[in-house]
């Protein structure tokens, strides 16, 4: 009996230490309930809620298992996965070579695939006559250099201070304007440049004010009241973007996909839990659904107007009679 009891207590301290690099127990690690609870729940940036609430109600009846998204801004997201509170991040970038080396030191190995192709889109009032956005002039915006209306469409009714929305200024809206359009200047966030919070009151502010243009995730123009999903609601348009006035792009699926919409981006799934790829836990199926090209995550992505990172598709011509 006593053989077979050190044999038990042999097995479970071996056990114990697996999830652990060369046998040594992992003082990140988390451990019973606070296990559990990180393993329920992922983080991601509030732009991408409309969708990651849909991918999420769709797991959970298929699977009956349930997992949680966070709404938060992008750079919370990754902090939160930095620091362990969670192993799993929705985002629209990748890790920064640091911060894959600071969760390394924790003994975590990040594993990093892209989703989906979604787009930066510029909304306006209904009653701006304009519906044409240059990218340089749009530069100019952003660094406070134009800050009338007057000083990109000479011909427009409308005389007054442009007036920009965005959700919050350590969004994955605020790093794509600063990272991937001004390319080295900063944004103003200040003036007549103004966070709101979130995506949704960004959409109001530029309902209610005739003078205003909103940067937002398209993921927020799907709406089943409007078969173009180009609108959110009666008091907003979208803008078409391009390098000339002439060549300009919606941001529709079509121009995602061959890349003419000027402000694509990409959406990740970051996860780092040791434990997943032996546990086969829920965060793992998840990631397996969102990416399968046989699971319904790319197909609730392309119904969403996104265009699937990892769907086999294919391009076909109809004749229209």
């Known amino acids: 009996m006593k053989q077979l009891f050190n044999t038990i207590v042999g097995l479970t301290l071996a056990l114990g230490l697996l999830p652990s690099c060369g046998g040594k127990p992992n003082p990140y690690a988390k451990t019973g309930e606070d296990y559990k609870q990180a393993v329920k729940c992922f983080a991601t940036d509030e732009s991408l809620s409309p969708i990651m609430d849909e991918q999420a109600a769709a797991f959970t009846n298929k699977t009956h298992r349930e997992l949680f998204p966070l ?23 990748r890790l920064t070579p640091n911060e894959e080396k600071s969760i390394k030191n924790k003994q975590h190995n990040p594993r990093t695939m892209a989703l989906a192709y979604d787009a930066i889109a510029l909304i306006v009032n209904k009653d701006n006559p304009d519906s044409v956005m240059v990218v340089d002039n749009f530069k100019k915006i952003l660094t406070g250099e134009v800050t009338r209306w007057k000083e990109i469409y000479p011909e427009t ?48 502010y530029v309902e209610k004010h005739k003078n205003a243009i909103g940067i937002i995730g398209s993921n927020w123009l799907d709406n089943n ?25 919606e941001p529709l699926q079509y121009w995602i996909a061959y890349g003419k919409y000027p402000f694509i981006r990409t959406i990740y799934a970051i996860c780092t839990d040791p434990r997943e790829p032996r546990s086969g836990g829920d965060q793992r199926r998840f ?32 004749v229209l009679r």
């Open 225 to 249: 009241r409007d078969t173009t999903n180009l609108t959110y609601g009666r008091g907003i348009k979208v803008m078409a973007v391009g390098y000339r006035p002439d060549v300009a792009y």
């Open 157 to 204: 009714t409308l005389d007054d201070t442009i007036r920009v929305a965005f959700d919050n200024p350590r969004s994955s809206a605020v790093r794509f304007c600063n990272d991937s359009i001004l390319r080295g200047q900063t944004m103003k966030t200040s003036g007549n440049i103004r966070a709101q919070e979130t995506t949704r009151l960004v959409i109001d």
């Open 71 to 93: 709404y938060m801004s992008e750079q919370e997201a990754i902090e939160k996965l930095l620091n362990i509170d969670v192993y799993m991040a929705i985002t629209t970038r």
């Open 287 to 318: 990631l397996h659904y969102l990416t399968n090209p046989g699971e319904q995550g790319q197909l609730i992505f392309f119904n969403a107007g996104f265009f699937p990172a990892q769907a086999d598709l294919e391009e076909r011509n109809v």
